[in-house]
Structures are given as structure tokens and as C-alpha cells.
């Protein structure tokens, strides 16, 4: 009886680390994070300072994970990619975030200045 339990738990000892073994490359999440900051950089994240630090995190996360592949950690490596999309997508936001405002600016201005000509013809008519 004792034997057939030590048969069974180490049975399901290697059934449970062939499992963890088997975690497969996590390549999709490799590509979706290395869209999302292809995208960043696409937009100007690189060269603003709010997003330049989460472009920078997922550089490393994407080196970090590559090496993790690389030493056969498929599910670290996942998780490390998860990380590495959802830095470079928050990036991506505030980039976008960024440039609204730049746009937003020079509509004002532009509208200042319209309004400021405007004023000014009306004047000498």
C-alpha cells in the first residue's frame, strides 16, 4: 500500500514538472510586444520624456524575455512579454497623449492669431 502511494506521487510529480516542461515559446506574445513598440516609437515616444521610460522597460522586458526563451523558461519568458506589451502600449498612450496636446496648442495659437489679424483689419477699415 505505502509503495503504491510513493508510485502514485511520483507519477504525478512527473507528470506535473513534463507539463511545466512543455510550456510552449511564446511567440505571438513575442510579436505583440514588439508591435506595440515598433508603434510607440512610430509616434514619437522615444523622443518624450513621459514615455520614454516605458519605451526604455521594454527593451529590457523583450531582452530579459528573449534570454528566458533562450534557457528553455517558456512561462517566465510569457510573463516577461506581457510586461514588455503593456509597458510599450502605456508608451504608445502617452505619446499619443503628448501629441494632442502639441496639436491642441497650435490650434490655439493658430486661433489667437486669426482672431488677433482679424481684429487688427477690422480696425484699419
Given at each position: 500500500m505505502k509503495t503504491r502511494l510513493s508510485l502514485i506521487l511520483v507519477t504525478?510529480?512527473?507528470?506535473?514538472?513534463?507539463c511545466g516542461a512543455s510550456f510552449p515559446e511564446p511567440t505571438q506574445r513575442l510579436a505583440d510586444a514588439q508591435g506595440a513598440r515598433r508603434s510607440a516609437e512610430e509616434v514619437g515616444a522615444n523622443n518624450q520624456p513621459?514615455?520614454?521610460l516605458y519605451v526604455?522597460?521594454?527593451?529590457e522586458e523583450m531582452t530579459k524575455a528573449n534570454a528566458l526563451?533562450?534557457?528553455?523558461?517558456n512561462r517566465a519568458a510569457?510573463?516577461?512579454l506581457v510586461r514588455?506589451?503593456?509597458?510599450?502600449?502605456?508608451a504608445l498612450a502617452l505619446a499619443h497623449?503628448?501629441?494632442a496636446k502639441v496639436e491642441t496648442q497650435q490650434a490655439i495659437d493658430k486661433a489667437t492669431a486669426t482672431?488677433?489679424?482679424?481684429?487688427?483689419?477690422?480696425v484699419q477699415k
Open positions: 504525478a510529480a512527473t507528470v506535473t514538472v513534463a513621459a514615455s520614454q526604455k522597460l521594454a527593451d526563451i533562450k534557457d528553455g523558461d510569457d510573463r516577461m514588455a506589451k503593456a509597458d510599450a502600449e502605456l497623449e503628448q501629441n482672431t488677433t489679424t482679424n481684429a487688427i483689419q477690422g
